[in-house]
Structure formats: C-alpha cells, structure tokens
C-alpha cells in the first residue's frame, strides 16, 4: 500500500494545527476551528482552502478542439479564449467518467482541471481516445491551486495583484498574472455558491503565495480564515453542486444526475456517449436527483434508503446539517414516477424511519 501524498502545503496544514486526514490518498487538512465556524465564515467573510490535490491536464495541438468536442458532453466550441466551461466526461453507455473544468487558451490550447481521485483514470481516458494532431501532458506535480472563496475574496486579493478583478468575470480567466509577485492563473471560479477565486501557481510558491493571502487580509480586514475539506463539501451540498462519487460515477449519468444544460446533443461532433444519453433521454428518466429536507431530527447520510409507505423508491447520495440555512438536509435519487417536489417520504436512519420533504434545488443561491 502506497504512502498518502502530501500537497506543498501540507507542513503549513500541521503548523496550523489542523485536523488531518487522508482523503482519496492525499493527506489534507478536514478542518482547522470547526466545520460549522468553517462555513458561516465562508459564506459571510472569507476562506481559503488548498485544493492542490485537484488533477492539472494540458491539452494542445491544432486539433486539440475537435478532441475535447468527442470526449466531452459539453460544447468546446462556443467557448471564447479566456474563458471555462464545466463539462461531464462520459463512457459510451452514459455512465459518467469524471467532471471537469476546460480552460480555453486559444483554440489548440486547453487547461482540463479534473477531480483528484480521477486524475490517473481521466488521463488514461484521454489518452485511449487520443486523436492525431493532439498532445496530452499530466502537469499535476508541477501546480499548487488555492480556492479563495466569498464575499471579502475581491478585496483581499486585489490587495496583492495588478490584475483588474473586476475585468475577469465568471468563468474568466487570466492566464498570465502576478499575484504578490508569484506568476499565477487566476479564475473567478469555485466551488462553494459564493463569489471568489481559484490561483494556480508553481508548488515551490504555494506557501508564500497563502501566507501573502492572510497578510492580505489583515490589510484590508478581510477576516480570511483556512478552511478544510468538511466545510468544503458543505458549501457544495449547500449550494447542490455535484461530487464525483456521490451525485456521478460510472454507473450514474449527467442527466440523472440533473446536468443537461450540461450536455449539448446539437453540437456538430457527436461525443462519447450521446447515443446512450440520447436514448436515456427519449426514453424518459427514470430517476433523477432531488432535494430532501427532513421534517425530524436525523442527518440523511449518503446510502440511506428512501421509501414513501412501505415502498422503496431511491437512496441518499449526500446528506448534511446545513449551518446556513440550519436544517438537516440531503440529495437523494428518487424515481420519478413515486416522487415529485412537496411530496413526504421516509428516510430509513439505522433502525427508524425519518419523515421528510421533497424540495427544489440548490437549498442554498447566493444573492447577486
């Protein structure tokens, strides 16, 4: 068995006393104060997290888009330079590889930012289906990423870059940049439903790169805190984005998993998959993700039954309290032929039956 990787931040993490844990084979910090402290902070001030762990892969070659065009789902080809698109990658019966972010440099150019339990399975993926005229390369050792999220990120970043942060908008990019004079990518993305930035820079700066943030931040009262993988996978639940394991896997496809605006069956190049999707379209879903919010006391943990009378009629894929919104919430794949918005249903928590509410989401949208 392999020893669990460490991020160029990981002595930082130690330093700092946080909670660590080997997440997917990487030791990453779970939480520095508290989940729940985590999240309002997030969400009202701001956070910063390491996601170094995330996968890097370089695309080139001029036919670099018409290869994206066949392994995604998404359509590369209305994306302008600068700008990222979210795209499923799928296997030919619908099922789902992984989810990713494209970032377009120019036409024979692409930055792919995958998931980091996928990265070795997304690359070998990519390379199976590789067109000629198209080069791959793995640039994951070489980059560090920092998730800069919520409503103070602007100020306290802007604090330490000459880049215009009201010139990049949502998913924009600045591929060449400087932050507190580290060579950076600076996107206006994330994953949390709040306003912020993700910084990609050479591991080697990394620390300096998240301390020059907290400098930053007490400059510009920013109220920056470190935030851990806990409340990360909160502000996503919160906020109903997705995560590769729990809302998509091989088995579970895009529009099951509720990302058809993600799926572009019209584009000029069919893509790995659209038959099966197509026909899983035409055909009708069968199941589909859906909110739930409990009307007892009991967190929905992920694998838990649902049943409405004495049928069953799907399973939870995630479930939390949400410190936010303060409830006990969860998304579930429900049938959707025995299960609409506002209907009751059990969840099955070890040995009792919980009462709780189909709803709509996400639970969580940020006022804009």
Same mark, same amino acid.
Request: negative net charge; charged residues 30%; proline residues 4%.
């Given at each position: 068995?392999?020893?669990p990787?460490?991020t160029? $931040?990981?002595d930082?993490?130690?330093e700092?006393?946080? @909670?660590?844990?080997?997440?997917n084979?990487w030791?990453?910090?779970?939480?520095?104060?508290?989940?729940?402290?985590?999240?309002?902070?997030?969400?009202?001030?701001?956070?910063?997290?390491?996601?170094?762990?995330?996968?890097?892969?370089? +695309?080139?070659?001029?036919?670099?888009?018409?290869?994206?065009?066949?392994?995604?789902?998404?359509?590369?080809?209305?994306?302008?330079?600068?700008?990222?698109?979210?795209?499923?990658?799928?296997?030919?019966?619908?099922?789902?590889?992984?989810?990713? *972010?494209?970032?377009?440099?120019?036409?024979?150019?692409?930055? *792919?930012? +995958?998931?980091?339990?996928?990265?070795?399975?997304?690359?070998?993926?990519? !390379?199976?289906?590789?067109? &000629?005229? +198209?080069?791959?390369?793995?640039?994951?050792? #070489?980059?560090? !990423?920092?998730? =800069?999220?919520?409503?103070?990120? !602007?100020?306290?970043?802007?604090?330490?870059?000459?880049?215009?942060?009201?010139?990049?908008?949502?998913?924009?990019?600045?591929?060449? %940049? &400087?932050?507190?004079?580290?060579?950076?990518?600076? %996107?206006?993305?994330?994953?949390?439903?709040?306003?912020?930035?993700?910084?990609?820079?050479?591991?080697?700066?990394?620390?300096? *790169?998240?301390?020059?943030?907290?400098?930053?931040?007490? @400059?510009?009262?920013g109220? $920056?805190?470190? +935030?851990? =993988?806990?409340?990360?996978?909160?502000?996503?639940?919160?906020?109903?984005?997705?995560?590769?394991?729990? &809302?998509?896997?091989?088995?579970?496809?895009? =529009? #099951?998993?509720? =990302?058809?605006?993600?799926?572009?069956?019209?584009?000029?190049?069919?893509?790995?998959?659209?038959?099966?999707?197509?026909? !899983?379209? #035409?055909e009708?879903?069968?199941?589909?993700?859906?909110?739930?919010?409990?009307?007892?006391?009991?967190?929905?943990r992920?694998?838990?039954?649902?049943?409405?009378?004495?049928e #069953?009629?799907?399973?939870?894929? %995630?479930?939390?309290? %949400?410190?936010?919104?303060? @409830?006990?919430?969860?998304m579930?794949?429900?049938?959707?032929?025995?299960? @609409?918005?506002?209907?009751?249903?059990?969840?099955?928590?070890?040995?009792?039956?919980?009462?709780?509410?189909?709803?709509?989401?996400?639970?969580?949208r940020?006022?804009?």
């Amino acid at each position: 068995m392999s020893e669990p990787k460490k991020t160029p $931040l990981y002595d930082l993490h130690v330093e700092l006393k946080a @909670k660590v844990v080997d997440f997917n084979g990487w030791l990453l910090p779970v939480q520095y104060h508290g989940i729940i402290a985590e999240v309002h902070a997030t969400r009202e001030k701001a956070g910063l997290f390491d996601v170094s762990h995330m996968g890097e892969i370089m +695309v080139e070659g001029k036919n670099a888009e018409e290869f994206l065009q066949r392994v995604l789902t998404n359509d590369v080809s209305k994306l302008k330079d600068n700008k990222i698109i979210y795209s499923p990658v799928c296997y030919p019966h619908g099922g789902t590889v992984d989810d990713i *972010l494209v970032y377009r440099y120019n036409k024979e150019k692409y930055l *792919l930012v +995958v998931n980091a339990g996928n990265t070795s399975k997304d690359f070998e993926w990519f !390379q199976d289906n590789l067109t &000629e005229g +198209v080069s791959l390369k793995n640039i994951s050792p #070489e980059i560090a !990423q920092l998730a =800069l999220q919520g409503p103070n990120s !602007q100020k306290i970043l802007q604090e330490i870059t000459k880049t215009q942060l009201d010139n990049i908008m949502y998913y924009g990019f600045v591929s060449k %940049s &400087e932050v507190a004079g580290i060579n950076c990518i600076i %996107s206006r993305t994330g994953y949390t439903g709040e306003d912020g930035f993700e910084l990609y820079c050479p591991v080697e700066d990394a620390t300096y *790169l998240w301390r020059a943030l907290f400098d930053a931040s007490e @400059k510009t009262q920013g109220d $920056l805190v470190p +935030v851990g =993988l806990g409340a990360r996978d909160v502000l996503r639940f919160e906020a109903a984005l997705p995560l590769y394991g729990h &809302e998509l896997s091989k088995d579970i496809t895009p =529009l #099951e998993a509720g =990302l058809n605006r993600f799926v572009s069956f019209d584009k000029e190049v069919g893509f790995i998959g659209k038959e099966a999707l197509l026909k !899983q379209k #035409e055909e009708g879903i069968k199941r589909k993700v859906m909110g739930l919010e409990m009307l007892e006391r009991g967190i929905p943990r992920e694998g838990y039954k649902i049943k409405k009378g004495e049928e #069953e009629i799907g399973w939870v894929s %995630s479930g939390s309290l %949400s410190p936010t919104l303060d @409830k006990y919430l969860g998304m579930a794949f429900l049938d959707v032929d025995k299960a @609409k918005v506002g209907d009751e249903v059990l969840v099955a928590i070890r040995k009792r039956e919980y009462r709780a509410r189909v709803v709509k989401l996400p639970f969580y949208r940020r006022d804009k």
